[in-house]
């Protein structure tokens, strides 16, 4: 798995650099091929296949219940004000309203849409810098419990 490594060192550059939506994506990315290679070993696919999403979903619901049920440790990606149980309950659902906020945000980001980021300061409706900064601190935050997470669960 250390061709994950550059993923979450990027994220981690771009934090440090001040380049907050690159380093969302790079964390994003790094988490959603985490989930997905172990899956495509577990079954027996090689991990050259890891951007086939006929095998393996993309960022999902589906994809984290499959990745929680091979032993992967799910809940570490709960966002700070997710709670671990509720997050565990919601990945369970196909309610739109309860998709969590990992799945929420790979997909606003990766589909182009910051109006998630919107937001009126002084009268003046835009995206903001410190929305976007918000949101990647926290991923960064969640990386470093996942990579630690994750790790302990191959290794076991």
């Known amino acids: 798995y250390g ?4 993923c979450f060192d990027n994220g981690f550059a ?12 790079c964390f994003i990315t790094g988490i959603e091929m985490s989930l997905r290679l172990p899956l495509l070993l577990a079954m ?22 499959r990745a929680k049920d091979i032993g992967l440790p799910v809940e570490l990606l709960a966002f700070s004000y997710e709670m671990k149980d509720e997050f565990l309950t919601n990945i369970e659902s196909t309610d739109i ?13 990766c589909h182009g849409n910051l109006n998630i980021f919107v937001t009126d300061i002084e009268g003046k409706p835009g995206v903001h810098h410190a929305d976007i900064e918000k949101e990647a601190k926290e991923l960064e935050s969640i990386v470093r419990r996942w990579a630690d997470g994750f790790s302990q669960c191959l290794n076991s």
């Open 3 to 6: 061709e994950l490594k550059p």
């Open 14 to 25: 771009a934090v440090a650099n001040g380049t907050y939506l690159a380093a969302c994506v």
């Open 44 to 65: 027996g696919k090689d991990i050259t296949d890891a951007w086939d999403s006929n095998l393996v979903p993309l960022m999902n619901h589906s994809l984290l219940r």
């Open 97 to 109: 309203a309860k998709r969590v906020r990992i799945t929420q945000l790979r997909n606003n980001i």
